[in-house]
DNA sequence: CTAACTTTGCGTATCAAAAACGCAAAGAAT
DNA sequence: ATTCTTTGCGTTTTTGATACGCAAAGTTAG
């Protein structure tokens, strides 16, 4: 026992929600606990913050710690601060909402990060503390998000095709779109880039590949745009 | 020195940010501080965190020992965790964000509140801490919440004119609407009752009085309902 | 090799909502 | 009585959303 302060202090924990998309379904990154309590449960990646740190690096650093991910895209969420979210003692959490491209990381065997793994978000384990909740919250805020972002950024490739799009908002969204509209509304908007290439070894018709145009779409954000579909 | 524990824990505060709306501005609620640091300076209403009470708990406790406000409307809008947001130790805080009736509050001298006060949203005083930061960051919630909630249910009068609730939009979106498309699009979507009364010692023409109808509004929200104007 | 089939890419027709604005009645001010 | 401002209710015009037709690309199957 070394830290003494005057008042009573809650501890503060940082927690990440890392969604991926695997080309047909929305998964998200989950860790085995392996210390006491809920040992062997499934967990969100995430852990206490230190004095030096802001919370934000706190949770790139648990992220990084416990699966080997970094620089991804992330945002603040949510502080959750129930009286007995822990049963040590009093612990807050602020839980963090990053998106990654699947296929920039796969859990690898050996390393610390052995024992994270994706999970599809309508496959889930049971969670650790309130995680679930907290998942939940973080799956509402991507909902909100696609409509005003192109999420696509960071979950799909750097190329892709409109029908992984698609595929990605109905995953999402949990809703189907007209092939055709879907298509011809995003492309009017300016922030995809056709590219002059095609995907290679399909079954039927090759389609061309696309990508995001950064600029335009930072242009398009600072004066309000709106990504609905 | 009373607490220890194991690892540093960070203090935590909650503020409150508190808006309101005196038929032509949109306001913010700011206390004189009594006690260093900042001394004398204007501060977001707000402090530490109790380990028996919830962060929200904290909120609304807080705003009520400060200022005299309860039972307003109140969600949590962003945890700021910089490393020197406070001179004394390492505070992290959570911001709330509050919209009340202006005529449902006046600061009263002779009290606790009596250091609270309107000021209007462009013309500020220089705030302690970051509160200026915390106070932009919820004044951005704000203009965003209005276009999907109709934020009129907290901040008008019970009853109100179309007028009114068009000058709050304007003043919170800072941008004009034509008052004729303004009006017939918010009364088509049915969450505001027509009253049979008029307002009275107007000069010109007076004009009908008007209320959200609560049930309407909530069955419109459930099923993702738009208040786009 | 040819026919069938699936996906893709581009187009148009139809429908609904947003934006712009005309106009007269209410009712105080002069 | 006349002027003037605000209010309330409408229409026209423009824009955007939705539904869907169709042929080309290119693979699969006979």
Not at 39 to 63: K, M, Q, S, W
Not at 202 to 228: H, M, V
């Amino acid at each position: 026992m070394a830290f003494e302060y005057e008042y009573q202090h809650p501890a503060l924990a940082a927690d990440c929600v890392v969604f991926g998309f695997d080309g047909s379904e929305l998964n998200v990154l989950l860790i085995k606990r392996g210390i006491e309590p809920f040992i062997n449960c499934y967990a969100l990646p995430g852990g206490f913050v230190h004095l030096d740190e802001t919370i934000d690096e706190c949770a790139r650093r648990e992220l990084y710690e416990e699966t080997g991910l970094r620089d991804v895209f992330m945002e603040q969420l949510y502080t959750f601060g129930a009286l007995n979210r822990d049963p040590r003692e009093r612990v807050v959490s602020v839980a963090y909402y990053a998106l990654v491209r699947s296929t920039d990381y796969a859990p690898e065997g050996g390393t610390d990060a052995a024992q994270a793994g994706w999970f599809k978000m309508n496959q889930l384990p049971p969670l650790a503390f309130d995680h679930l909740e907290i998942l939940k919250t973080a799956h509402q805020r991507l909902k909100n998000q696609i409509r005003y972002r192109p999420v696509g950024f960071e979950l799909l490739d750097l190329k892709f095709t409109m029908t992984q799009l698609q595929t990605l908002y109905e995953a999402v969204l949990a809703k189907k779109f007209d092939r055709r509209n879907f298509s011809s509304k995003i492309l009017k908007t300016g922030v995809l880039d056709v590219l002059d290439e095609k995907v290679q070894n399909t079954a039927y018709r090759a389609p061309r590949l696309l990508s995001f145009n950064r600029p335009k779409y930072q242009e398009l954000t600072e004066k309000g745009f709106n990504f609905e579909i």
